[in-house]
């Protein structure tokens, strides 16, 4: 078994695994091994479980790196043996039977909640369909990426990758920050989620907290500055 971890980042709603494109060349220049799976973005259960079955299949530790809701899939999916420590880019940090709703319903809307669409999709062996949330295609920009340049942001408001509404109300199984290391990251000019929720997941779980000046999609605005938290990170689980 390997002894180097790899870094395995985790996107969030309404983003893909391209939402890393800027710091996994960092990481990588590095030396760091980089895995960065595509997470379906239908149930925080199955999302957890495919996340884990990526990490199981990992020879050696692993730190998982979770942006926004991905934060969410990485409070469940760390508690494979095999997680060093957590990182959490403008993330959710929930707690064991609390779901997404719930930590954002104690502190006031972003500007999100205004411009979220619903669409239908088909659930496989069910009549009923399944509910998709979005951004509106004209707010993206000025809501999800307002630091990042407006050719890339009006892409990625065409190019979102929904989350199943069901996945804001489900409970997280376990909270993994609760026995490994975690660090945080405060996205302060955050319009996707209340900073607050932020700050107040990573000091209940007793995280290194990093406070950048940045949009929801940190890891595009400011790479470097993410990079440097999961390099700070890395040597930390190394040496423990």
Known sequence: MSDTPTVVLVHGAFADAASFARVVPLLLDDGIAVRVPAVPNRSLSGDAA???S??????GPVLLVGHSYGGAVITVAGAEANVAGLVYLAGYALDEGESLGELQGR???SPLAQALVYTQFPVEGSDEPGTDVSVDVEKLPEIFAADVEPELARVLAVSQRPLAGAAFGEPASTAAWKTKPAWGIVSSSDRTINPDVERFGYERA???VTEIDSSHLVMLSHPQE???VIR???ASVVQA
């Open 50 to 52: 495919y996340i884990a």
């Open 54 to 59: 990526v990490v199981r299949q990992i020879d």
């Open 107 to 109: 502190f006031p809307d």
């Open 206 to 208: 007793g995280m290194t």
């Open 232 to 234: 700070t990170a890395l």
């Open 226 to 228: 993410v990079a440097d």
